[in-house]
DNA sequence: CTTAAACCCTAGTAAATTAGTTGCCTTACG
DNA sequence: CGTAAGGCAACTAATTTACTAGGGTTTAAG
Protein backbone atom coordinates (compact mmCIF):
# COMPACT_ATOMS: atom_id res chain seq x y z
CA UNK A 1 0.00 0.00 0.00
CA UNK A 2 2.96 2.16 0.17
CA UNK A 3 3.23 5.51 -2.16
CA UNK A 4 6.51 5.75 -3.57
CA UNK A 5 9.56 7.80 -3.59
CA UNK A 6 9.34 8.38 -6.75
CA UNK A 7 5.55 9.97 -6.27
CA UNK A 8 6.47 11.79 -3.12
CA UNK A 9 9.44 13.48 -4.80
CA UNK A 10 7.71 13.78 -7.98
CA UNK A 11 4.87 15.18 -6.46
CA UNK A 12 6.64 17.38 -4.23
CA UNK A 13 8.52 18.99 -7.20
CA UNK A 14 5.22 19.91 -9.06
CA UNK A 15 4.24 21.54 -5.94
CA UNK A 16 7.20 23.54 -6.15
CA UNK A 17 6.45 23.87 -9.81
CA UNK A 18 3.48 25.43 -9.00
CA UNK A 19 4.55 27.84 -6.17
CA UNK A 20 6.84 29.41 -9.00
CA UNK A 21 3.90 29.29 -11.74
CA UNK A 22 4.15 32.22 -14.17
CA UNK A 23 7.90 33.41 -12.87
CA UNK A 24 9.45 31.23 -15.63
CA UNK A 25 11.14 28.07 -15.45
CA UNK A 26 12.91 26.32 -12.15
CA UNK A 27 16.30 24.51 -12.63
CA UNK A 28 16.64 20.84 -11.73
CA UNK A 29 19.60 21.93 -8.89
CA UNK A 30 16.90 23.97 -7.64
CA UNK A 31 14.57 21.68 -7.62
CA UNK A 32 16.78 18.96 -6.06
CA UNK A 33 18.19 20.97 -3.20
CA UNK A 34 14.43 21.50 -1.92
CA UNK A 35 14.29 18.06 -1.28
CA UNK A 36 17.53 17.96 -0.36
CA UNK A 37 17.53 14.36 -3.25
CA UNK A 38 20.14 13.67 -6.18
CA UNK A 39 19.47 15.93 -9.05
CA UNK A 40 20.13 12.51 -11.66
CA UNK A 41 16.88 10.85 -10.01
CA UNK A 42 14.93 13.79 -9.81
CA UNK A 43 15.28 14.37 -13.54
CA UNK A 44 14.24 10.74 -14.14
CA UNK A 45 11.25 11.71 -12.69
CA UNK A 46 10.90 14.81 -14.06
CA UNK A 47 11.19 13.14 -17.77
CA UNK A 48 8.36 11.20 -16.89
CA UNK A 49 6.72 14.28 -15.89
CA UNK A 50 7.47 15.57 -19.74
CA UNK A 51 6.27 12.36 -21.62
CA UNK A 52 2.91 13.11 -19.81
CA UNK A 53 2.88 16.55 -20.77
CA UNK A 54 2.92 17.69 -16.74
CA UNK A 55 6.10 20.02 -17.01
CA UNK A 56 7.82 21.23 -20.09
CA UNK A 57 11.60 22.10 -20.18
CA UNK A 58 13.35 25.04 -21.34
CA UNK A 59 16.95 23.96 -22.11
CA UNK A 60 20.38 25.73 -22.52
CA UNK A 61 21.58 28.43 -19.86
CA UNK A 62 18.52 29.72 -17.43
CA UNK A 63 16.70 27.05 -18.62
CA UNK A 64 14.72 24.52 -16.57
CA UNK A 65 11.21 23.08 -15.34
CA UNK A 66 8.00 24.74 -15.40
CA UNK A 67 4.30 23.28 -15.21
CA UNK A 68 2.57 23.18 -18.77
CA UNK A 69 -1.05 24.08 -17.27
CA UNK A 70 -2.23 26.18 -14.59
CA UNK A 71 -1.80 24.17 -11.33
CA UNK A 72 -5.94 25.02 -10.83
CA UNK A 73 -6.04 22.87 -13.92
CA UNK A 74 -3.65 20.02 -12.54
CA UNK A 75 -5.35 16.96 -10.56
CA UNK A 76 -3.14 15.32 -8.05
CA UNK A 77 -3.87 11.44 -9.97
CA UNK A 78 -2.58 13.00 -13.03
CA UNK A 79 0.49 13.10 -11.77
CA UNK A 80 0.95 9.87 -9.72
CA UNK A 81 -0.43 8.05 -12.39
CA UNK A 82 2.62 9.42 -14.72
CA UNK A 83 4.86 8.40 -11.54
CA UNK A 84 3.46 5.36 -10.19
CA UNK A 85 2.87 3.94 -13.58
CA UNK A 86 -1.16 3.31 -12.42
CA UNK A 87 -3.18 4.51 -9.02
CA UNK A 88 -4.59 1.69 -8.72
CA UNK A 89 -4.31 -1.01 -5.96
CA UNK A 90 -5.19 -3.84 -7.53
CA UNK A 91 -4.64 -4.82 -11.19
CA UNK A 92 -7.73 -5.75 -11.23
CA UNK A 93 -9.57 -2.61 -10.69
CA UNK A 94 -7.39 -0.26 -12.93
CA UNK A 95 -8.21 1.08 -16.22
CA UNK A 96 -7.54 -2.17 -17.62
CA UNK A 97 -10.13 -4.56 -16.02
CA UNK A 98 -8.47 -7.59 -17.52
CA UNK A 99 -10.14 -11.16 -16.53
CA UNK A 100 -12.12 -10.42 -13.67
CA UNK A 101 -15.60 -9.05 -14.88
CA UNK A 102 -17.57 -6.78 -12.69
CA UNK A 103 -21.04 -9.36 -12.55
CA UNK A 104 -18.93 -11.29 -9.63
CA UNK A 105 -15.42 -12.52 -9.44
CA UNK A 106 -13.29 -13.04 -6.62
CA UNK A 107 -14.50 -12.59 -2.80
CA UNK A 108 -12.07 -9.54 -1.90
CA UNK A 109 -13.42 -7.43 -5.36
CA UNK A 110 -15.99 -5.30 -3.88
CA UNK A 111 -13.50 -3.97 -1.07
CA UNK A 112 -11.28 -3.36 -3.88
CA UNK A 113 -13.82 -1.79 -5.85
CA UNK A 114 -14.64 0.58 -2.80
CA UNK A 115 -11.42 1.35 -2.19
CA UNK A 116 -10.63 2.59 -5.30
CA UNK A 117 -13.43 4.69 -5.59
CA UNK A 118 -12.42 6.38 -2.46
CA UNK A 119 -8.73 7.21 -3.38
CA UNK A 120 -9.82 7.96 -6.88
CA UNK A 121 -11.81 10.49 -5.25
CA UNK A 122 -9.19 12.16 -3.34
CA UNK A 123 -6.76 12.30 -5.92
CA UNK A 124 -8.96 13.51 -8.67
CA UNK A 125 -10.22 16.21 -6.57
CA UNK A 126 -7.09 17.82 -4.90
CA UNK A 127 -5.55 20.27 -7.17
CA UNK A 128 -2.09 20.78 -6.89
CA UNK A 129 -2.85 24.72 -6.32
CA UNK A 130 -4.64 23.36 -3.51
CA UNK A 131 -1.80 21.89 -2.35
CA UNK A 132 0.58 24.89 -3.47
CA UNK A 133 -1.61 27.32 -1.47
CA UNK A 134 -1.67 25.37 1.72
CA UNK A 135 2.50 25.36 1.80
CA UNK A 136 2.65 28.64 1.12
CA UNK A 137 -0.04 29.44 3.62
CA UNK A 138 1.74 27.80 6.11
CA UNK A 139 4.81 29.15 5.76
CA UNK A 140 3.86 32.68 5.98
CA UNK A 141 2.28 31.51 9.81
CA UNK A 142 6.23 31.57 10.29
CA UNK A 143 5.23 27.36 10.92
CA UNK A 144 8.24 24.98 11.01
CA UNK A 145 8.05 23.85 7.22
CA UNK A 146 10.57 21.14 5.84
CA UNK A 147 10.02 19.73 2.22
CA UNK A 148 12.77 17.20 3.71
CA UNK A 149 11.30 13.77 5.05
CA UNK A 150 13.83 12.23 7.28
CA UNK B 1 0.51 2.14 -4.21
CA UNK B 2 -0.58 -1.45 -5.09
CA UNK B 3 -2.10 -4.07 -2.52
CA UNK B 4 0.83 -7.18 -2.11
CA UNK B 5 -0.34 -10.37 -3.41
CA UNK B 6 0.15 -11.62 0.78
CA UNK B 7 -3.05 -9.20 1.12
CA UNK B 8 -4.92 -10.88 -1.24
CA UNK B 9 -4.23 -14.20 -0.56
CA UNK B 10 -4.61 -13.29 3.02
CA UNK B 11 -7.38 -11.83 3.03
CA UNK B 12 -9.06 -14.14 0.79
CA UNK B 13 -8.45 -17.10 3.26
CA UNK B 14 -9.91 -15.03 6.32
CA UNK B 15 -12.92 -14.72 3.97
CA UNK B 16 -13.08 -18.33 2.91
CA UNK B 17 -12.79 -18.99 7.16
CA UNK B 18 -15.68 -16.22 7.13
CA UNK B 19 -18.03 -18.37 4.94
CA UNK B 20 -16.76 -21.74 7.23
CA UNK B 21 -16.86 -20.22 10.54
CA UNK B 22 -18.88 -22.06 13.21
CA UNK B 23 -18.38 -25.28 10.68
CA UNK B 24 -15.86 -26.35 12.50
CA UNK B 25 -11.72 -25.78 11.46
CA UNK B 26 -10.77 -25.75 7.59
CA UNK B 27 -7.53 -27.16 6.70
CA UNK B 28 -4.49 -25.79 4.50
CA UNK B 29 -4.90 -27.87 1.65
CA UNK B 30 -8.64 -26.98 1.09
CA UNK B 31 -7.65 -22.95 1.57
CA UNK B 32 -5.14 -23.17 -0.99
CA UNK B 33 -6.80 -24.55 -3.53
CA UNK B 34 -9.72 -22.83 -3.67
CA UNK B 35 -7.47 -19.84 -4.43
CA UNK B 36 -5.47 -22.23 -6.39
CA UNK B 37 -2.08 -21.51 -4.88
CA UNK B 38 0.82 -23.21 -2.60
CA UNK B 39 -0.23 -24.33 0.94
CA UNK B 40 3.32 -23.20 1.89
CA UNK B 41 2.82 -19.95 0.90
CA UNK B 42 -0.41 -19.18 2.19
CA UNK B 43 0.66 -20.93 5.82
CA UNK B 44 2.99 -17.94 6.31
CA UNK B 45 -0.09 -15.63 5.91
CA UNK B 46 -2.23 -17.68 8.05
CA UNK B 47 0.83 -17.83 10.61
CA UNK B 48 0.82 -14.05 10.77
CA UNK B 49 -2.81 -14.20 11.43
CA UNK B 50 -2.29 -16.50 13.96
CA UNK B 51 0.14 -14.15 15.87
CA UNK B 52 -2.02 -11.55 15.61
CA UNK B 53 -5.07 -13.48 17.00
CA UNK B 54 -7.27 -13.35 13.99
CA UNK B 55 -7.00 -17.17 13.58
CA UNK B 56 -6.79 -20.09 15.57
CA UNK B 57 -5.56 -23.35 14.64
CA UNK B 58 -6.16 -27.10 15.62
CA UNK B 59 -3.96 -29.19 14.94
CA UNK B 60 -3.62 -32.81 14.01
CA UNK B 61 -5.70 -35.04 11.73
CA UNK B 62 -9.11 -33.09 11.25
CA UNK B 63 -7.35 -30.43 12.16
CA UNK B 64 -7.10 -26.81 10.61
CA UNK B 65 -7.62 -22.68 10.71
CA UNK B 66 -10.29 -21.15 12.31
CA UNK B 67 -11.44 -17.40 13.10
CA UNK B 68 -11.21 -16.83 16.62
CA UNK B 69 -14.32 -14.23 16.48
CA UNK B 70 -17.57 -13.61 14.70
CA UNK B 71 -16.66 -12.22 11.60
CA UNK B 72 -19.03 -9.67 11.78
CA UNK B 73 -16.70 -8.70 14.67
CA UNK B 74 -14.00 -8.56 12.00
CA UNK B 75 -12.55 -5.68 10.21
CA UNK B 76 -10.18 -5.56 6.86
CA UNK B 77 -8.34 -3.06 8.50
CA UNK B 78 -7.04 -5.80 11.67
CA UNK B 79 -6.37 -8.14 8.90
CA UNK B 80 -4.46 -6.10 5.94
CA UNK B 81 -2.48 -4.95 9.28
CA UNK B 82 -1.41 -8.02 10.09
CA UNK B 83 -0.40 -8.92 6.55
CA UNK B 84 0.79 -6.00 5.01
CA UNK B 85 2.49 -4.78 8.13
CA UNK B 86 1.15 -1.25 8.11
CA UNK B 87 -1.87 -0.18 6.15
CA UNK B 88 -0.14 3.41 5.77
CA UNK B 89 0.51 4.90 2.29
CA UNK B 90 3.60 6.89 3.66
CA UNK B 91 4.94 6.10 7.26
CA UNK B 92 4.81 9.94 8.10
CA UNK B 93 0.72 9.51 8.35
CA UNK B 94 1.25 5.52 10.02
CA UNK B 95 0.30 5.45 13.88
CA UNK B 96 3.74 6.13 14.57
CA UNK B 97 4.13 9.81 13.52
CA UNK B 98 8.24 9.82 13.39
CA UNK B 99 9.44 13.37 12.74
CA UNK B 100 6.88 14.75 11.22
CA UNK B 101 4.64 17.04 13.25
CA UNK B 102 0.93 17.54 12.42
CA UNK B 103 1.57 21.38 12.85
CA UNK B 104 3.41 21.87 9.16
CA UNK B 105 5.71 19.62 7.19
CA UNK B 106 6.50 18.30 3.89
CA UNK B 107 3.82 20.30 0.89
CA UNK B 108 2.40 16.51 0.15
CA UNK B 109 0.75 16.14 3.43
CA UNK B 110 -2.56 17.76 3.73
CA UNK B 111 -2.89 15.07 0.69
CA UNK B 112 -1.07 12.12 2.38
CA UNK B 113 -3.67 12.97 5.44
CA UNK B 114 -6.95 12.96 3.56
CA UNK B 115 -5.94 10.09 1.58
CA UNK B 116 -5.45 7.88 4.65
CA UNK B 117 -8.24 8.97 6.63
CA UNK B 118 -10.43 7.77 3.50
CA UNK B 119 -8.37 4.86 3.28
CA UNK B 120 -8.93 4.13 7.01
CA UNK B 121 -12.61 4.80 6.54
CA UNK B 122 -13.42 2.07 4.38
CA UNK B 123 -10.96 -0.59 5.85
CA UNK B 124 -12.24 -0.21 9.33
CA UNK B 125 -16.07 0.46 8.58
CA UNK B 126 -15.82 -3.01 5.83
CA UNK B 127 -16.01 -6.11 7.92
CA UNK B 128 -15.51 -9.72 6.74
CA UNK B 129 -18.94 -10.69 7.52
CA UNK B 130 -20.42 -8.29 4.06
CA UNK B 131 -17.41 -9.83 2.27
CA UNK B 132 -18.71 -13.35 2.64
CA UNK B 133 -22.26 -12.66 2.51
CA UNK B 134 -21.66 -10.75 -0.33
CA UNK B 135 -19.91 -13.54 -1.82
CA UNK B 136 -22.09 -16.53 -0.97
CA UNK B 137 -25.51 -14.37 -2.14
CA UNK B 138 -23.25 -13.69 -5.42
CA UNK B 139 -22.90 -17.10 -6.00
CA UNK B 140 -26.33 -18.45 -5.06
CA UNK B 141 -27.63 -16.21 -7.79
CA UNK B 142 -25.36 -18.53 -9.87
CA UNK B 143 -23.10 -16.37 -11.19
CA UNK B 144 -19.94 -17.16 -12.28
CA UNK B 145 -17.26 -16.68 -9.37
CA UNK B 146 -14.32 -17.80 -9.11
CA UNK B 147 -11.74 -16.88 -6.16
CA UNK B 148 -8.68 -17.10 -8.26
CA UNK B 149 -6.92 -14.19 -9.84
CA UNK B 150 -5.60 -14.85 -13.54
C1' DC C 1 0.65 -48.09 18.83
C1' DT C 2 1.33 -46.92 14.35
C1' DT C 3 0.17 -44.11 10.63
C1' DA C 4 -1.05 -40.30 8.28
C1' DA C 5 -3.14 -35.90 8.25
C1' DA C 6 -2.38 -31.66 9.75
C1' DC C 7 -0.04 -27.58 11.70
C1' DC C 8 4.94 -25.45 13.09
C1' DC C 9 9.15 -23.37 11.85
C1' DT C 10 13.46 -21.91 9.58
C1' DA C 11 16.07 -21.04 5.81
C1' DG C 12 17.00 -20.22 1.22
C1' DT C 13 16.24 -18.14 -3.32
C1' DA C 14 14.82 -16.16 -7.80
C1' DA C 15 12.58 -12.32 -9.69
C1' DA C 16 11.00 -7.87 -9.52
C1' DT C 17 11.03 -3.34 -7.86
C1' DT C 18 13.09 0.63 -5.93
C1' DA C 19 16.21 3.99 -5.51
C1' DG C 20 19.43 5.55 -6.97
C1' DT C 21 24.53 6.76 -9.73
C1' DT C 22 27.53 7.57 -13.72
C1' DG C 23 28.75 9.40 -17.78
C1' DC C 24 28.18 11.43 -21.99
C1' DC C 25 25.44 14.24 -25.34
C1' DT C 26 22.64 18.38 -26.84
C1' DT C 27 21.00 23.05 -26.51
C1' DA C 28 21.33 27.89 -25.98
C1' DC C 29 22.43 32.29 -23.52
C1' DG C 30 26.02 35.79 -23.11
C1' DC D 1 33.35 29.80 -27.54
C1' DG D 2 32.35 28.63 -22.69
C1' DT D 3 29.28 27.42 -19.38
C1' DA D 4 24.87 26.42 -17.48
C1' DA D 5 21.22 23.89 -18.27
C1' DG D 6 18.31 19.80 -19.78
C1' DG D 7 18.31 14.81 -22.49
C1' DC D 8 19.27 10.18 -22.39
C1' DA D 9 20.88 5.44 -21.52
C1' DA D 10 22.98 2.13 -18.89
C1' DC D 11 24.42 0.21 -14.86
C1' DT D 12 24.08 -1.16 -9.91
C1' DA D 13 23.09 -1.95 -5.02
C1' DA D 14 19.61 -2.81 -1.78
C1' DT D 15 15.24 -4.18 -0.64
C1' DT D 16 11.03 -6.43 -1.07
C1' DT D 17 8.18 -9.90 -2.84
C1' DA D 18 6.77 -14.21 -3.66
C1' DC D 19 7.66 -17.97 -3.26
C1' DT D 20 10.01 -23.26 -2.34
C1' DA D 21 12.23 -26.91 0.50
C1' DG D 22 12.51 -29.64 4.09
C1' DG D 23 12.36 -31.22 8.52
C1' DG D 24 9.77 -31.19 13.17
C1' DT D 25 5.63 -31.72 16.20
C1' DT D 26 0.88 -32.83 17.37
C1' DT D 27 -3.15 -35.67 17.33
C1' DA D 28 -7.19 -38.38 15.64
C1' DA D 29 -8.27 -42.67 13.73
C1' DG D 30 -7.63 -47.42 12.75
Redesign the interface.
Known sequence: ???STR??YG??AV??LAIAYGTGPVSLPVLAASQGISEGYLEQLLRELKKGSVVDTVRGAQGGYELTCDPAELN?QRV?NLL?G?????D?VGTEH????S??????R???L??QT??N???VR?TIR???D??VQ??SRG????????
Not at 98 to 101: E, L, S, V
Not at 103 to 108: L, Q
Open positions: MKLSRLKIDVLESTAIVCHNCTACSCSAPLFKLRIDVLTELADYQKNPCKNVCE
